[in-house]
């Protein structure tokens, strides 16, 4: 029997007894490697590896500057897209981005052309080089979410210099130690981020130049707006390649610290592509629930709406804010969490809105319940598509479903626990399922391929695949394949190709649970147990070593009241009742 402790956790009360986390997607002796599923669609006949690789058809990578292949690299700059757009669309807007709320509370906007944007790019870009930075350059940037963050980041882009992107509210112990391992040599920062600096000089160590956005105070250095030179001509590209290393990334860290991942220009100019493929382009309207993600929109003639919110903070979004940007600017697409979305559209049912200029919503960061796509499907879109693209900071974006797909026939599977289905593999994308394992596989040999049906580790190659971790030899050892001139990134999260050639997810390899008897995989599980009426979330995980552990489920209520006496004991025995249902 499981009992609710006083924070609203499911948890045995006594050790003998009975476990509730069962799900179709589990087997018995856990110990293996690989699992066999009885497929949702068996009635197709099943596909053989080689015809889910998206590589094989004839309109995949011949229009995509492959930096994960044997192609040679070819000169290329992430900003010249920036400029062509400058000089094609001189006076659309690039750049929206809120200025406050007038007396009537209604939001006010700033706003920059394309040209205008170009021409502060170049500015900058003057006043970089001649503050001494030059072409692979590490810069730590860590301005604020705005036109800042876009224009100085195209002009690190523009003089070959490597801005490192590394999200502050991770903590200041993993970010001080992200910072020491990144070892920039200039840092670009608001004014309390030098003060950070001041605090703990150590992990600063590297840095030679620093640059004050904002009021500079007793630390010294140039200020941005002394470094944004006037001046008419154009700044020139630095000689970069498609090989050439253009920023760092870092991961989420949701299974430890996080880890710098190195893009170069190409890997860029591939994202860009397969963006395009998924209809966002030249002359759309975005909205980023995720400031990165505004890095793209320039190279692709998109205008960029900021929202106005914390980025650090996404549960506390002020949905109207929200949805008076959409409506003002006419918003085409947005991408967000569904945190995010879960939010905004509660917002839009109780105060009956709709959103008809959004074409398309993408839905990412986490598993979408299928019950949020019906919502926004049925009560809030006109005619629009919501697509839940996955992939990671080290490989992005893979594959992509569309909500008609989930909604007609995947979204039933996934609440009986069959995981969840992540669509068909981009173009250019080759994607494998292998054998679970915990070790290095330092080279790519095709017998690792499992066929589908088969449970195993998700992993990617292709020209938006990343190749390392910057300074982490032992995590670039545990998460990547060589492959002649390729690399393979094992994603970390395990799933499964049906019989379609549509990969399902279900789950992070390292949350996995092995007791002595079978695996149990979180994303299926917890989904059979959020389908519970007075259930918000769910969290299956292990207490004990792999092999043998005791699966233990985390329930949050939706009311965040916990329950007592009958109500209690009714609530337990309803949820053995949906574990046991698919045992």
């Known amino acids: 029997m499981e009992e609710l402790n006083k924070e609203g956790n499911l948890e045995p009360s006594k050790p003998e007894e009975s476990n509730i986390s069962q799900s179709p997607v589990g087997s018995p002796n856990s110990t293996n490697s690989t699992d066999s599923f009885h497929s949702p669609d068996s009635t197709t ?52 981005f809120p200025a406050g709320r007038d007396e009537q509370d209604r939001a006010k906007f700033f706003q920059l052309t394309f040209a205008q944007l170009n021409q502060l790019v170049d500015s900058y870009a003057h006043g970089l080089s001649e503050y001494g930075l030059k072409q692979g350059d590490r810069t730590l940037l860590m301005v604020r979410p705005g036109v800042e963050l876009i224009a100085v980041a ?28 990144t070892e920039p040599v200039a840092f670009i920062g608001i004014p309390l981020a030098h003060a950070l600096r001041t605090l703990f000089p150590k992990a600063f160590r590297t840095v030679q130049k620093n640059i004050t956005a904002g009021k500079r105070w007793f630390w010294g250095g140039a200020t941005l707006a002394e470094l944004q030179a006037n001046r008419a001509e154009s700044a020139p590209f630095a000689p970069t390649t498609t090989e050439s290393e253009a920023a760092v990334a870092f991961t989420s860290g949701s299974t430890g610290i996080p880890k710098g991942v190195v893009y170069l220009h190409g890997m860029f100019q591939a994202q860009i592509e397969l963006l395009k493929v998924l209809g966002v382009g030249d002359g759309e309207v975005d909205m980023p629930g995720l400031p990165i993600f505004a890095l793209f929109n ?10 106005d919110m914390d980025f650090r903070k996404p549960a506390a979004l002020n949905p109207a804010y929200w949805v008076e940007s959409i409506q003002t600017h006419g918003v085409t697409t947005s991408f967000g969490s569904p945190t995010i979305w879960k939010i905004v559209g509660q917002y839009c049912l109780d105060n009956q809105i709709k959103l008809p200029s959004l074409k398309r919503i993408f839905m990412a ?114 998460a990547k394949i060589r492959e002649r001139d390729s690399v393979w990134h094992r994603m970390g999260d395990l799933g499964y190709f049906d019989q379609r050639g549509r990969l399902w997810m279900c789950g992070r390899k390292a949350h996995r649970v092995e007791t002595a008897e079978e695996l149990l995989l979180p994303v299926p599980c917890e989904a059979i147990f959020n389908a ?36 209690k004991q009714r609530l337990i025995d309803e949820l053995l009742a949906l574990g046991q249902k698919y045992e």
Request: hydrophobic share 40%; with cysteine.
């Open 45 to 96: 006949p099943i596909s053989s590896p080689d015809s889910l690789n998206s590589t094989n058809s004839t309109n995949s990578t011949n229009s995509i500057n492959s930096t994960n292949s044997t192609n040679s690299p070819t000169r290329y700059n992430i900003a010249q897209s920036l400029a062509e757009m400058a000089e094609r669309a001189p006076f659309r807007r690039a750049i929206v």
């Open 154 to 181: 195209f002009a690190l882009f523009k003089i070959g210099a490597v801005p490192i992107l590394i999200d502050p509210g991770m903590g200041r112990k993993p970010f001080l130690q992200c910072v020491a391992e």
């Open 298 to 307: 320039p190279a692709l003639g998109v205008t960029t709406i900021m929202p």
């Open 365 to 478: 960061g986490a598993p979408v319940p299928p019950w949020l796509i019906q919502q926004y499907t049925d009560h809030i879109l006109n005619g629009g598509h919501i697509h839940t693209p996955f992939g990671a900071t080290e490989a992005l974006p893979i594959s992509t479903i569309t909500s008609g797909e989930i909604l007609a026939e995947t979204a039933k599977l996934t609440d009986e626990g069959w995981g969840v289905c992540v669509g068909q593999p981009l173009d250019g994308v080759t994607i494998r399922i292998i054998p679970i394992s915990d070790e290095p596989i330092a080279d790519w040999n095709d017998s690792l391929a499992l066929p589908p049906g088969e449970l195993g580790e998700i992993a990617v190659k292709g020209p938006v695949v990343t190749r390392l971790y910057l300074n982490r030899p032992e995590q670039t050892a545990n």
């Open 532 to 567: 519970h009426p007075d259930v918000s979330r769910t969290a299956l995980v292990g207490v004990g070593p792999l092999g043998s552990q005791r699966p233990v489920l985390i329930v949050e209520l939706n009311s965040g009241v916990l329950p007592s006496g009958a109500a």
